[in-house]
């Protein structure tokens, strides 16, 4: 439906029928995020031994996440005598926007999706990059020593994990043979890339881990050293955008996994009768799962170990992993 | 020229891109002109797309508003240095200025206006990242090549800049 709507005529009937997609996209991210997050909290629950929100909405507290919006939407907006106010009241816009740009690319079953640009691949990671100076520009417009050392954290860290990021994937795009995101889920058709391509993922699942800016490398907000990191001065619905911000990327990220490495929408043999959306629901779900369970499962890793980390430890990894995709192609024809 | 949705979009993408860069030159604060230049990248980039230049406009993003807007805030915040511009004097100078300006502006605009491009179609907006890939390593990958090396060259020195003044500082 929607190849028909790009290649028809523009037209004013034509925007309002994006509009209303994308506006119905907002709504079903931002139901996701609600209930992402409870169910986050519930599954660190369980594995700390605790309950999790119980209170409001029934047993299960289904409507705790929705009580915690309407608190921030009806605090206080404060901003800081000192603060640089454009700046600040610009930088949650410039971390939020990317967040959902990078939606419109991400393939999430073959008749669900909404722009199928050639170099999809490459408009994730280059988008997602703009959210970066979003968060340099709160840490610097607060004007605190805190917010400042988070944004350069946070700077610092998602430039040096977007390389192995991209690199680990170059394995992909060598074997596909294309950056559209559509050929690579139709690539993996047979056998899926986590299998074609081990290293790289594990090498791309801890960069993304890094990128998402979560506990083990959730340095940029270290509670036990920088209050909140960035958004220490935000409050209300301005720090609420950085919270939404980040599991709009946590729910992009999952959805890239899932593409890239797990099939995106195909099924595994002999069970193709089930539709391509609960497959695609399925690997998601496991992927979201699994980022809570790395959450509640590490301790935060220093500073000076991050760095060395990510160029010393992951890059030289992709690099190999590229090296070795090539040799294999080129040498042995295997893919 | 009618109006298509084309048009819209150049139109809003120009004004972005040059509303950032008038901004870039009238702001006094260093972060506030770095901002503005991200918005002028991603005009640009946009611009790029409407051009069917995907590969291009993204690696834009990726290179000019991510990467290395990045490095520049980081290197004016790290270096503390004076926050405000003092804002430009007037007086004759200004004058001559704008006349200067103004007279190119009319120059270029003889110029271009009846400028007649001689279309001929062609496949280059077609998988253009395969094209972009098999021209640069048929027809120039030695140019590819000895860019890469002088990367390496500023790469290597920024390093040694950098060790250089971390010595001096342990000394005093």
Redesign the interface.
């Known amino acids: 439906m929607i190849k028909d709507l790009l290649h028809s005529a ?1 037209s004013l009937l034509n ?1 309002g029928i994006f509009f209303g997609l994308a506006v119905l996209l907002l709504f079903v991210v931002l139901g996701f995020v609600t209930y992402g997050i409870l169910s986050e909290r519930k599954i660190m629950g369980f594995m700390q031994m605790r309950v999790g929100p119980n209170q409001i909405g029934g047993k299960w507290g289904l409507l705790q996440t929705v009580a915690d919006v309407l608190k921030l939407l009806i605090k206080e907006d404060t901003i800081p005598k000192k603060a ?1 106010k ?2 600040y009241i ?1 930088a949650p816009v ?1 971390a939020f926007a990317p967040a959902f740009m990078v939606l419109a690319t991400l393939p999430f079953t073959d008749a669900f999706q909404f722009a199928d ?3 999809g691949l ?2 994730y ?3 997602s ?2 959210s ?2 979003g968060i ?2 709160a840490g ?1 417009a607060s004007n605190n020593k805190y917010s ?1 050392i988070g944004g ?1 954290r946070a ?2 860290q998602m ?1 040096s994990y ?1 390389i192995p990021l991209v690199m680990s994937l170059v394995g992909i795009v060598l074997i596909t043979g294309s ?1 559209n995101l559509n050929d690579i889920v139709a690539a993996q058709e047979k056998v899926w890339f986590i299998f074609l391509q081990p290293v790289a993922f594990i090498v791309f699942f801890i960069a993304s881990v890094a990128e998402l800016n979560r506990v083990p490398f959730d340095l940029p907000e270290a509670e036990s050293e920088l209050v909140a990191g960035y958004h220490v001065e935000y409050s209300g619905f301005r720090w609420a955008f950085f919270m939404l911000s980040e599991y709009v990327y946590m729910f992009a990220m999952a959805t890239l996994t899932t593409v890239l490495f797990l099939g995106g929408w195909n099924s595994i043999p002999f069970l193709d009768f089930i539709p391509a959306a609960i497959w695609f629901g399925l690997k998601f779900s496991a992927v979201f799962y699994i980022l809570v369970w790395i959450r509640v499962t590490f301790p935060r890793i220093r500073a000076d170990q991050l760095m060395e980390f990510g160029w010393k430890v992951l890059l030289p990894v992709a690099l190999a992993n590229i090296f070795l995709t090539a040799l294999i192609k080129e040498l042995l024809n295997l893919f | 020229m009618s109006l298509s949705g084309e048009l819209i979009a150049f139109i809003g993408l120009a004004l972005v891109a040059i509303v950032g860069g008038v901004l870039l030159i009238t702001l006094t604060k260093v972060v506030h002109m770095v901002i503005a230049l991200v918005f002028t990248f991603l005009g640009i980039a946009g611009i790029y797309m409407l051009l069917s230049a995907e590969f291009v406009a993204i690696v834009q993003i990726l290179i000019y508003s991510g990467a290395i807007t990045i490095v520049m805030l980081f290197g004016i915040m790290l270096t503390k240095h004076q926050e405000n511009d003092a804002p430009a004097k007037g007086g004759w100078g200004s004058f001559s200025l704008l006349a200067a300006i103004a007279g190119f502006a009319v120059a270029v605009y003889l110029g271009i206006y009846n400028l007649d491009i001689p279309v001929q179609p062609t496949a280059l907006h077609e998988e253009n990242t395969k094209q972009i890939g098999i021209e640069l390593f048929s027809k120039y990958v030695i140019p590819f090549e000895v860019m890469s090396v002088l990367l390496l060259v500023a790469l290597v020195g920024a390093i040694v800049l950098a060790k250089k003044d971390d010595e001096e500082g342990d000394r005093s």
């Open positions: 523009p925007f640089d454009p700046l610009l410039i640009i050639g170099v490459l408009y990671m280059a988008i990059g703009i970066t100076i340099v520009t610097w400042l350069m700077a610092a430039i977007e950056l």
